[in-house]
């Protein structure tokens, strides 16, 4: 894989979110957020914890997990430390290891990105950075800590793609008005929004709304193994009560709205200013018919609705899909025209988080049970990575990450076809290894793996751009960097750097580190 098999003005980056990375989660006049709360709650977020305990035994890495991830760090500005792009911060944190490495002035992370020859760097701001309680008069030190990130991306020639929400939600506007709950928020984002626009747009040239509502829904809402954990079957011992035949829709159709009218606001003030683009990042899964039988073709079809079509039919067509409204009736929210004209040409790419694929089989039984019930989201299918005995892939390290390269291109042809050819960008694509004690460093750093998901998958993504005639126009690479996996927490590694975290959070480049370098070089 080289730049030759991409088109002119390709962009290769890799990608991250403010609370995997950034650590410093008190510093900065920094304002709770949902995350912080969950991962400090007794006993934490359960079921990642259980998996920790196994898999980690070094105490440092122990305490890290206790703690959420204070200790990975904050990205490193030219070899600045997140104290010194803050110059008035009381350095305040708990744990106060964010930014250990920063401090010994190697590298910055910027740099590193260069070294691989990337062109651009996507990664959130914490809301709870800008607007302590999430609203209100924005928090100076904050604005300071993204300009002085955006303007080293831009001085060493990468340009930043910039999500708003990856799901560190203000804590106050959870403990006010139960977040995303309620349509109050719709205006608070609005407001977050704009002051972001304003703040950084004059370099900031790609927005992305929000990050996998799909998987914010869900996880927050429905299973509760995320914040703000909330299920109405007990998944697991601190779930929060919450109704999850209601509350998942509720939640998808007011980030929806939030996005809209962001959207409006951004064309409305400043598009012709900034000239910049506006997306969202959908998380989706390619979903491959068990069979040739239709009602399993239809089953497939169903889990993409519920997935990637909860949110694309509703931005591009202005309405839910038909068999959402069919399956979830009452239970679904419904937009008045005035909001689907706010929805409809609200993005002008469609940002895609895309890591592994299944097969689908209808099953009666649950999609009897779906209408009875009232209760699931799951859309009636089986999902499995088996047909007669054989996997769809190898896995990585995460249960639920399959390696099947072909899929990417079928879910791009998708798209294609569905939605009348629109721009996309895949905003992530990656794999993950164990991050097991048993693994020696030198084995850990030949990722070979990797290597192989990521060739594969481009090769595929190649393909699908040059033969299908999809409109792909960059590729970030999930993740610069190992970090911290949400309810998965430190027992798995995405990055193409290893961080030891037993030495002060040191970045040692793994085997694909030098692969991207060789495949993205300029000239050959
Ligand atoms: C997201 C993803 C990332 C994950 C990555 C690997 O919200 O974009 O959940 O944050 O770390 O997808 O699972």
């Known amino acids: 894989i080289s730049r030759d098999d991409f088109p002119n003005g390709f962009v290769f980056g890799t990608a991250s979110s403010a609370y995997q990375f950034e650590g410093a989660v008190d510093e900065g006049r920094k304002g709770l957020s949902i995350w912080d709360t969950f991962t400090r709650r007794p006993g934490k977020n359960l079921p990642g914890y259980l998996i920790r305990l196994q898999t980690t035994i070094a105490s440092d890495a122990f305490l890290a997990l206790c703690n959420g991830p204070t200790t990975c760090c904050s990205v490193c500005v030219q070899g600045e430390s997140w104290i010194s792009a803050m110059p ?49 008069e924005p928090n100076q030190e904050g604005i300071d800590y993204y300009n002085s990130l955006i303007n080293a991306l831009l001085a060493k020639g990468m340009q930043p793609f910039v999500t708003l929400f990856h799901w560190d ?28 626009f304003k703040a950084f747009g004059d370099r900031v ?23 703000p954990g909330r299920c109405s079957i007990l998944s697991h011992l601190l779930c929060k009560k919450g109704n999850s035949s209601v509350e998942p829709y509720l939640v998808a159709h007011n980030i929806l709205l939030s996005h809209a009218v962001a959207s409006q606001t951004y064309r409305l003030h400043f598009q012709e200013s900034q000239g910049g683009f506006i997306g969202m990042a959908l998380d989706t ?4 018919p068990i069979s040739e039988a239709e009602e399993d073709v239809a089953a ?7 997935e990637l079509g909860w949110f694309l039919d509703p931005l591009i067509f202005g309405r839910y899909p038909h068999s959402m409204q069919r399956l979830v009736g009452k239970r679904l929210p419904i937009f008045t025209q005035e909001m689907s004209k706010l929805l409809v040409n609200s993005l002008d790419f469609i940002g895609i988080n895309h890591y592994t694929s299944l097969y689908v089989r209808n099953d009666r039984m649950k999609i009897r049970k779906f209408i009875l019930d009232d209760a699931s989201t799951d859309a009636g299918v089986i999902k499995t990575p088996l047909r007669d005995g054989q996997m769809i892939g190898e896995m990585a390290a995460s249960r ?36 097991s004690p048993f693994t020696t460093l030198s084995r850990a750093l030949k990722d070979e793996k990797r290597i192989q998901y990521h060739s594969d998958y481009l090769s595929n993504l190649s393909a699908a751009i040059r033969e299908d005639g999809c409109d792909v126009s960059g590729y970030f690479v999930w993740s610069l960097l ?27 480049p793994k085997a694909s580190v030098s692969w991207f370098r060789d495949a993205l070089q300029k000239e050959k």
């Open 169 to 196: 939600l203000p804590q106050e506007l959870e403990d006010r008005y139960e977040g995303w709950l309620s349509t109050q928020i719709i205006e608070d984002f609005e407001h977050y929004a704009y002051t972001c």
């Open 88 to 136: 008035t911060s009381p350095s305040t944190s708990t744990t106060g290891s964010s930014d250990l490495r920063c401090l010994q002035n190697g590298p910055g992370d910027v740099d590193l990105m260069k070294e691989l020859g990337m062109d651009a760097y996507r990664f959130s701001i914490s809301w709870s950075r800008i607007f302590p309680n999430g609203t209100g």
């Open 482 to 508: 190992d970090n911290w996996e949400w309810n998965s927490g430190y027992t798995v590694r995405f990055g193409l750097y290893y961080i030891d975290y037993k030495k002060n959070l040191t970045r040692i």
């Open 400 to 435: 639920w990450l399959y390696i099947v390269p072909w899929g990417i291109r079928k879910l791009m042809r998708y798209i294609r076809e569905t939605y009348a050819n629109p721009k996309i960008i895949i905003t992530e694509n990656g794999m993950d290894d164990l991050n």
């Open 300 to 306: 497939a079809q169903r889990a993409i609705d519920f």
């Open 285 to 288: 899964k390619w979903y491959e």
């Open 205 to 227: 040239k790609h927005w992305i709304t929000f990050n996998e509502p799909h998987n914010l829904a869900i996880q927050g809402y429905d299973i509760g193994i995320q914040a």
